[in-house]
């Protein structure tokens, strides 16, 4: 019987089993998909993701990045706020060579990645069984709209307080034109631009409306003149970003990355909380208690769970959004801590 199976080879099941293996534990993934798996992303990683990556022997290649941009310019004159990292460099990596990366680190350590589904989970009061395989534990890292999650009963609708939110990704063949993640705001949606390539910019749409990309692009005019005439990639989509689970343990099944529960792209932190989350996972495995995982977890996801919820609920009042890029312009020693609180 094997230590521990991880449900999912995206970078966050990926990092789970390769905690898991550096702490001499025996790991299999089970994935339906074969690598790299692209998704709708934002591609950017925080400092403190790519230090975590880096702590794995995982370095993707990509742009780096030195910091946040926010732009709005609904009244015709555009507003900036901009807050640079002070512990180092993010990085924006394409969503597919980030896969890679994690995956080519998982296969040098010998880590089977087997073709398959999660359905079913059985347990015992020693073992878990799934996907054909029985462990002493089972890490569910299987997305957004966790199968896991849901067949364990732990999923909670949002319910109609919080609207729903959907996001869009494209790449654009242009060369990047800052070193920033830059955030264009407009009424009802913000754009996500991220460098990743020396020719190549990913935008990531997010957004309540449910209309196609190119009729949101129009929503930020210094950005569409920025892209006009470039090459681009299809559309990749994503939502409704918010998915809430009761709890991170069951049994002796602990859920990690966005399979635990996500709140929304707005703050940019998903992988970051992700590789935060992996090895409080392993820790509660090798400790034999996974109870414990449910307090970790709430510990290493406090920040990005206050803030997230805080910007959300600030954009969802129509007095206050059009206010959070001048008020950051006016208080840039603000934007710039909460920036780095979440770097």
């Not at 792209?265 to 509660?284: D, F, K």
Request: hydrophobic share 45%; proline share 8%; charged share 20%.
């Amino acid at each position: 019987m094997i230590d521990l199976l991880v449900a999912g080879g995206g970078p966050a099941g990926l990092a789970t089993a390769i905690h898991a293996r550096l702490a001499g534990l025996d790991v299999t993934v089970v994935e339906p998909r074969g690598a790299p798996v692209d998704k709708a992303c934002g591609e950017g990683l925080m400092p403190g993701a790519v230090r975590a990556a880096a702590a794995l022997g995982i370095t993707p290649p990509g742009q780096s990045l030195r910091g946040i941009r926010y732009l709005d310019c609904r009244d015709g004159e555009p507003r900036c706020a901009e807050a640079a990292f002070r512990t180092g460099p993010g990085l924006g990596v394409r969503r597919t060579a980030l896969h890679d990366a994690f995956a080519a680190r998982a296969a040098q350590l010998g880590i089977p990645v087997v073709a398959g589904r999660v359905g079913t989970v059985s347990q015992t009061g020693n073992s878990v069984s799934a996907a054909g395989h029985t462990a002493r534990y089972l890490a569910a890292a299987d997305g957004l709209h966790s199968t896991v999650r849901h067949a364990l009963g732990l999923h909670r609708p949002a319910g109609p307080r919080h609207p729903s939110r959907y996001g869009l990704r494209r790449h654009f063949a242009v060369p990047p034109w800052t070193d920033h993640v830059e955030v264009h705001w407009s009424p009802r949606a913000e754009a996500y631009v991220t460098p990743v390539g020396a020719g190549l910019v990913g935008v990531a749409v997010l957004t309540g409306d449910r209309e196609p990309f190119d009729r949101l692009l129009p929503r930020f005019p210094v950005l569409c003149r920025r892209l006009r005439g470039a090459d681009a990639t299809a559309v990749r989509g994503a939502g409704p970003l918010r998915q809430t689970a009761t709890a991170r343990v069951a049994g002796r099944v602990l859920l990690v990355g966005d399979a635990a529960g996500y709140l929304d792209a707005l703050t940019g932190e998903g992988i970051a909380l992700a590789l935060a989350c992996a090895p409080r996972l392993v820790e509660c495995v090798l400790a034999d208690h996974p109870q414990h995982y449910e307090r970790a977890w709430r510990a290493a996801s406090r920040r990005y769970r206050l803030l997230t919820a805080s910007l959300l609920w600030l954009r969802h009042r129509p007095l206050a959004a059009p206010r959070i890029v001048p008020t950051a312009a006016r208080l840039p020693l603000l934007f710039g801590a909460l920036v780095n609180q979440l770097a």
